[in-house]
T-cell receptor, first 118, second 111 residues
C-alpha cells in the first residue's frame, strides 16, 4: 500500500532557530499533501494544504511566514518552522493522497515529527 | 471545522465487539464517512470508509444509517492493540480534499 515517510521523527532545536520537516510519498506521486499539528491529548489540527508547483493554502489562523511550506516535486513536501519558540513544540504530521486509487480511499499519514523547542 | 461528534471515551472488554458511534447530521449527499485511528505518538491509520452502504474489511465493519446522519464502527473482536483514539471524519472542503479531525473517541480495551 501507499507509504508516507516523515523525517526526522524527533527534533530538538533552540529557540530562535529554524527546523525543516520532510514528508515523502515513497511509492506514489502526490500533487497534494497536508500538514497537521497536534498538541498533547488534543486532536489533529489541519495547518495547510501543500500543492505541488504552487503556493500552499493555509488554514485560518496559521501564519504562513512562520510555517513555510514547499512542495517542489510530486513526492516531497517540506514544512519549515521559522524562528521557532517553545510554543511551537508539537507533533507535526503530514498526509498525502494516492491518486492511483480512483475511489475516495488513499489518504495516508506519515508517522509524525515530534518537535521540541528549548 | 469538524462535522462529526463522538463520545470522548469508551471501554471494551478484550475479545468482545467494540461499537463506536459517530453523529454527522449535516453530511451532504456526496460526502463519505471515513474512520481512522491513532495509536499514541503515531500517525493516523486508515480503517474503513463508506458512502451509504455498510462496508466490511479485514479490520472492521462500518454501519451507516439510512438517513446517513450517523454511523457505527464495529471492531468485531477487540484486542489490546486496538486501544487507540478513533476518529470519524466526513470529507469536507470545496476541493473535497481536506480532512478535518474532530475530537475522536479514546477506546481502551480492557484485559
Amino acid at each position: 500500500g501507499a507509504v508516507v515517510s516523515q523525517h526526522p521523527s524527533r527534533v530538538i532545536c533552540k529557540s530562535g532557530t529554524s527546523v525543516k520537516i520532510e514528508c515523502r510519498s515513497l511509492d506514489f506521486q502526490a500533487t497534494t499533501m497536508f500538514w497537521y499539528r497536534q498538541f498533547p491529548k488534543k486532536s489533529l489540527m489541519l495547518m495547510a494544504t501543500s500543492n505541488e508547483g504552487s503556493k500552499a493554502t493555509y488554514e485560518q489562523g496559521v501564519e504562513k511566514d512562520k510555517f513555510l511550506i514547499n512542495h517542489a516535486s510530486l513526492t516531497l513536501s517540506t514544512l519549515t518552522v521559522t524562528s521557532a519558540h517553545p510554543e511551537d513544540s508539537s507533533f507535526y504530521i503530514c498526509s498525502a493522497r494516492d491518486l492511483r486509487d480512483g475511489t475516495n480511499y488513499g489518504y495516508t499519514f506519515g508517522s509524525g515529527t515530534r518537535l521540541t523547542v528549548v | 471545522d469538524a462535522k462529526t461528534t463522538q463520545p470522548t471515551s469508551m471501554d471494551c472488554a478484550e475479545g468482545r465487539a467494540a461499537n463506536l458511534p459517530c453523529n454527522h447530521s449535516t453530511i451532504s449527499g456526496n460526502e463519505y464517512v471515513y474512520w481512522y485511528r491513532q495509536i499514541h505518538s503515531q500517525g493516523p491509520q486508515y480503517i474503513i470508509h463508506g458512502l451509504k452502504n455498510n462496508e466490511t474489511n479485514e479490520m472492521a465493519s462500518l454501519i451507516i444509517t439510512e438517513d446517513r446522519k450517523s454511523s457505527t464502527l464495529i471492531l468485531p473482536h477487540a484486542t489490546l492493540r486496538d486501544t487507540a483514539v478513533y476518529y470519524c471524519i466526513v470529507r469536507v472542503g470545496n476541493t473535497g480534499n481536506q480532512f478535518y479531525f474532530g475530537t475522536g473517541t479514546s477506546l481502551t480495551v480492557i484485559p
